[in-house]
């Protein structure tokens, strides 16, 4: 079992940055995948940045360019740093951890979500 804890959502200006974080209760070596979906009110889920545990990175067309996402394993931790944000990028993101391995080598599918946390981007 995975929990995740977030932390550095907020209110912003267009144009301004914030910088996400996912601090998991066990090593992310571990875990297959971390990353963020958002949610805004009215619209789908989306996938917004993924990362390997062998650093393998992907963030969607939608935020190429403005969006990076990094892994710490040291602090078991991924961050999402946003820069450039623009007001469709208000949402509540979630951090997500997938694919892990227990101790004994047996490997779990299981999707773990953290609390959410919301970025509010004005104009």
């Known amino acids: 079992q995975v929990q995740l804890v977030e932390a550095g959502g907020g209110l912003v200006q267009a144009g301004g940055s914030l910088r996400l974080s996912c601090a998991a209760s066990r090593s992310i070596l571990s875990i297959d995948n971390m990353g963020w979906y958002r949610q805004a009110p009215g619209l789908q889920r989306e996938l917004v940045a993924d990362?390997?545990?062998?650093?393998?990175?992907y963030v969607a067309d939608s935020v190429k360019g403005r969006f990076t996402i990094s892994r710490d394993n040291a602090a078991n931790t991924v961050y999402l740093e946003m820069n450039s944000l623009k007001p469709e990028d208000t949402a509540v993101y979630y951090c997500y951890a997938a694919g892990t391995y227990a101790p004994d080598g047996s490997f779990s599918e299981q999707y773990y979500w953290g609390q959410g946390t919301q970025v509010t981007v004005s104009s």
């Open positions: 990362i390997t545990s062998r650093d393998s990175a």
